[in-house]
């Protein structure tokens, strides 16, 4: 079960393609690590990003849009590939 569910995340993660770059997630750094609970059916995806501050409000903004659309994504994608569990991004 455990590299089942490891393929599954893995190969969704790779499918994940960054709109802007046209590169995987993975390619792209942006995956930090990934652990997982098969009894609690939950997946937890650590990103890869700083918490930046900018002189620049809108440049927050935006960066700010940019991660939680990422990860927005990772979840849908995870959620889509391991139907019925719980999927987090922190």
Request: charged share 25%; glycine share 6%.
């Amino acid at each position: 079960m455990a590299d089942e569910v490891r393929a599954r995340i893995d190969a969704a993660l790779a499918a994940l393609i960054e709109p802007q770059t046209l590169v995987s997630v993975l390619d792209l750094g942006f995956v930090a690590g990934v652990s997982y609970s098969a009894a609690e059916r939950r997946v937890i995806v650590r990103l890869a990003v700083e918490d930046r501050h900018f002189k620049c409000p809108a440049c927050s903004l935006v960066d700010s849009l940019s991660v939680e659309g990422m990860a927005r994504r990772i979840r849908e994608a995870l959620g889509a590939a391991l139907p019925g569990w719980t999927v987090e991004t922190d």
